[in-house]
């Protein structure tokens, strides 16, 4: 609908991570390069963590597509599974046949694949998505995959990614073996209201956008005011809004179109 009024090759505010629309806050900025970090020197646990859409799968797909062909990667996206499930669904990423039900031979089986990416020059990165859903009993599993290394290396680095209840969930007292061995952390918050607006124009021009629609400065601030600069919900309120600037055939989106994509997002009548 909009796309072909304002000129878009395509919707600029999409919910879906597309890595190709991640914009780089000094946040994510610091939360790439603390990713890039413990995977590259091999560091073995890293933990990334921010509130619900603040923009960490996004994050962590374009970092995953940038490490090149050295690296394999398996990423897990539902955790809420039975430790030796999850076990075999790391397998099945990985492209592991073994289905058994012994977990000391999957785990055999998965030392076997790493030891052989080794020979072959490749590192292998495991990235558990929604961490904070896993059970004790499957963090305590995610613990003794840290375990399989040479006198050399960690032979798989770990990603936890989850929501801040991951942080208050490491640091029960039972956990403290798994927290000792998360050597990066970081935590990345929401966009200040300035790169609120600098967000709005990275994405218009990734989608095609020619300089239209102008979003004046009482729309950024009213987006950022509902959003409190979660990347998800400013995609939200500004798809709306893009769709009101439609209807009323209008280039420049203000508050009063702000103010009506809100109230359409929270049903209001």
Known sequence: MYEDFYGFDESPFN???????????????????????????????????????????????????????????????NPTLTSLQLLRAILRELGIGYRGNDRGRAMDELNGFLLDRVAEGQDVVLLIDEAQD??????????????LETDQRKLLQIILMGQPE??????????????????????????????????????LAVAGGDGRPRFSRWAVQAVHRYSRGVPRLI?????????????????RLGWAQVRRAIRDLEGAT
């Open 15 to 77: 919910i879906t991570p597309d890595p190709r629309f991640l914009f780089f806050s000094d946040r994510h900025r610091e939360a790439y390069d603390h990713l890039f970090f413990g995977i590259t020197q091999r560091k073995g646990f890293i933990q990334l963590t921010g509130e619900v859409g603040a923009g960490k799968t996004t994050l962590s797909r374009k970092l995953l597509e940038e490490l090149g062909p050295e690296f394999e990667t398996a990423w897990i996206l």
């Open 134 to 147: 896993l059970t004790p009993e499957n963090l305590e599993q995610v613990r003794l995959l840290s375990n």
């Open 166 to 203: 991951l942080r208050a969930m490491l640091d029960r007292h039972d956990l403290r073996q798994l927290r000792q061995r998360i050597t990066v952390r970081y935590h990345l918050g929401p966009l200040t209201r300035h790169e609120t607006e600098y967000y709005i124009q990275h994405r």
């Open 235 to 251: 995609n939200a309120v500004c798809d709306k809004t893009l769709l009101c600037g439609y209807v009323e055939e209008t280039d």
